[in-house]
């Protein structure tokens, strides 16, 4: 079992920048490949970006790319978002997950979820 709680989400203006964190519980967690998602109220959830177990893959939608980065601190069981150049079409819950295995950009192969944390980018 996984518990994954994100956190440094928050209120930011357009083109500002903010990190997200996920901490993740079990001594297992550099094994897993991590993911970050988006959902926006009315919309499907979206994949946003995800990192391999050894962090040496990684890729991220086109939306996202070249302003977000993930990465992964597997000695403290933590996986970031930093996310600069913040539009509002970026306002979301973000949520962390986790699946054994490769990364994947679907959000069914992932076993294990965060509860969410919240980023607002006012124009």
């Known amino acids: 079992q996984v518990q994954l709680v994100e956190s440094g989400g928050g209120l930011v203006q357009a083109g500002g920048s903010l990190r997200l964190s996920c901490a993740a519980s079990?001594?297992?967690?550099?094994?897993?490949?991590m993911g970050w998602f988006r959902q926006s109220p009315g919309k499907e959830r979206e994949f946003v970006a995800a990192?391999?177990?050894?962090?040496?893959?990684?890729y991220s939608t086109d939306s996202v790319k070249g302003r977000f980065t993930i990465s992964r601190d597997n000695s403290k069981n933590t996986v970031f978002l930093q996310m600069n150049s913040l539009k509002p079409e970026d306002t979301a819950v973000y949520y962390c997950?986790?699946?054994?295995?490769?990364?994947?950009?679907?959000?069914?192969?992932?076993?294990?979820w965060g509860q969410g944390t919240q980023v607002i980018v006012s124009s």
């Open positions: 990192i391999s177990w050894s962090g040496v893959f990684l």
């Open positions: 997950a986790a699946r054994r295995g490769p990364n994947s950009d679907s959000s069914e192969r992932y076993d294990y």
């Open positions: 079990g001594r297992t967690f550099s094994t897993y490949a």
